[in-house]
């Protein structure tokens, strides 16, 4: 549960960043490479996320706390915009639009970020890549900014090597998309960099090394425009 008389609490120089929605830790991961003293917080029990945790709902937690933090990274469930989900028929809650009117009203810089399917539901998203930054995966994932931050990619590399369908064993010299009930779990950690996660976790992770490269700009907003220690 929530823990309102110490979740502002600072315990280092470092800026305070909210990990919402955070699942296993992909993106609190690579904030915290980045030089972050990240919170996750996600509705579910997280025992295997790597960082300071709280379970709460996470719009109710941005609205309450979200001022607090000196920047926010949010990730709301991407089930509803997926493929895999489509497929079997499931449905999920759209949570895009509430999570970005919580955001919007802290007055914090922050990021939202979701899957291909939802890319249109987000406003002048940057899509990153895992070739961006050396991984062997493409695994698209996309991010609105707001709150006076802004994002630009880097340069994408050209798709050259081949991709396993959904799910399927990953071929030598092929990439995996690690999603659905796949196999190679260690090879998707290794990947991925992710080797606290299991195959739930891994299913919807940010690789860390996305959110590195946000960290890092983000470092660089709060320097300029906030004035906060980074």
């Known amino acids: 549960m929530t823990q309102p008389t110490d979740i502002r609490h600072r315990s280092s120089q470092r800026p305070c960043l909210l990990d919402d929605f955070c699942c296993q830790g992909g993106a609190g991961m690579g904030y915290h490479r ?7 917080v996600d509705k579910d029990a997280q025992p295997r996320y790597p960082l300071a945790f709280h379970q709460a709902d996470a719009i109710e937690f941005i609205r309450e706390f979200g001022a607090g933090f000196d920047f926010i990274h949010t990730s709301p469930p991407c089930q509803h915009d997926t493929d895999c989900q489509r497929i079997r028929g499931n449905s999920h809650p759209d949570l895009i639009d509430p999570t970005r009117e919580a955001l919007n009203a802290t007055g914090r810089p922050w990021v ?3 899957v291909r399917g939802a890319a249109a539901k987000l406003r002048n998203p940057v899509m990153l ?5 050396g991984l062997k995966t493409y695994r698209h994932r996309f991010f609105e900014t707001g709150g006076g931050f802004t994002l630009a990619p880097p340069e994408h590399p050209e798709h050259t090597v081949p991709q396993a369908k959904m799910g399927r064993p990953v071929p030598p010299g092929w990439y995996g998309q690690y999603v659905g009930n796949f196999s190679g779990v260690q090879q998707a950690r290794d990947i991925l960099e992710v080797p606290w996660m299991n195959r739930d976790g891994i299913r919807e992770c940010i690789p860390p090394a996305y959110t590195q490269f946000i960290g890092r700009a983000a470092h660089a ?6 004035g906060v220690a980074a």
């Open 112 to 114: 939202m970020e979701n």
């Open 129 to 133: 890549c895992g070739t961006m930054f």
């Open 221 to 226: 907003h709060l320097r300029t425009r906030l």
């Open 34 to 40: 980045a030089g972050f003293e990240v919170t996750g």
